[in-house]
Nanobody, 123 residues
Framework: QVQLVESGGGLVQAGDSLRLSCAAS????????MGWFRQAPGKEREFVGA????????YYADSLKGRFTISRDLAKNTVYLQMNNLGPEDTAVYYC????????????????WGQGTQVTVSS
């Protein structure tokens, strides 16, 4: 079992950038997919993007491609979500999660979740 801990959320202004971190409690299999989701008040949890540990294979929600970038630091067992040009519509709790299935985009395909970190973007 692996524990995931997100950090880096906060209150920012529209147009700002923010980088979220997701630290895993231990080294996971190189085939494990680390995903990011977000959930705004009153809305369903939404897929943001994902990356494998072992390579630079990354994929994103089409609506967020270009503004959000996922990277990882193997030495620190940490995955990052770089978010640029944030707007009020990006306000949500952001979660990281782990899946054994490459290409996973649905909530049910991820078996391990962090507690989430709040991102609030003011206009």
């Amino acid at each position: 079992q692996v524990q995931l801990v997100e950090s880096g959320g906060g209150l920012v202004q529209a147009g700002d950038s923010l980088r979220l971190s997701c630290a895993a409690s231990r080294r996971t299999s190189s085939n494990i997919v680390m995903g990011w989701f977000r959930q705004a008040p009153g809305k369903e949890r939404e897929f943001v993007g994902a990356s494998t540990w072992s390579s630079e294979n990354r994929y994103y929600a089409d609506s967020l491609k270009g503004r959000f970038t996922i990277s990882r630091d193997l030495a620190k067992n940490t995955v990052y979500l770089q978010m640029n040009n944030l707007g009020p519509e990006d306000t949500a709790v952001y979660y990281c999660a782990a899946s054994s299935r490459y290409g996973a985009r649905r909530y049910a395909e991820y078996g391990y979740w962090g507690q989430g970190t709040q991102v609030t973007v003011s206009s």
